[in-house]
């Protein structure tokens, strides 16, 4: 199976950036869809992005045209870029991971989140 490791959460200002990476260790990390998650305090577990193992990426409404999912199979990591954050934005993002041939739409995999907080 697949280890995931997520960083570069923080601190931010409305309107500023962030760049949220997720490490992954134990696998082939190219047979894997990846995604990212947020729950802020009082809401469901949101599914912000996506991007399988072909490079197709999926986003949010709330997201659309601020976030950018990626991927570095070379490097075995996956890429959140936020951009123009808002206060909504705040909560602690997940990266999580499937197999490409899953076929379910689970994430069977997950990292142990990293905080976001945007301020006003």
């Known amino acids: 199976q697949v280890q995931l490791v997520e960083s570069g959460g923080g601190l931010v200002q409305a309107g500023g950036s962030l760049r949220l990476s997720c490490a992954a260790s134990?696998?082939?990390?190219?047979?894997?869809?990846l995604a990212w998650y947020r729950q802020a305090p009082g809401k469901q577990r949101e599914l912000v992005a996506s991007?399988?193992?072909?490079?197709?990426?999926n986003y949010a409404d709330s997201v659309k045209g601020r976030f950018t999912i990626s991927r570095d199979d070379a490097k075995g990591t996956g890429y959140l870029q936020m951009n123009s954050l808002k206060p909504e934005d705040t909560a602690v993002y997940y990266c999580?991971?499937?197999?490409?041939?899953?076929?379910?739409?689970?994430?069977?995999?997950w990292g142990q989140g990293t905080q976001v907080t945007v301020s006003s």
């Open positions: 991007i399988t193992s072909a490079g197709s990426t």
């Open positions: 999580a991971a499937r197999r490409s041939w899953s076929r379910t739409d689970e994430y069977d995999y």
């Open positions: 134990g696998s082939i990390f190219s047979l894997y869809d």
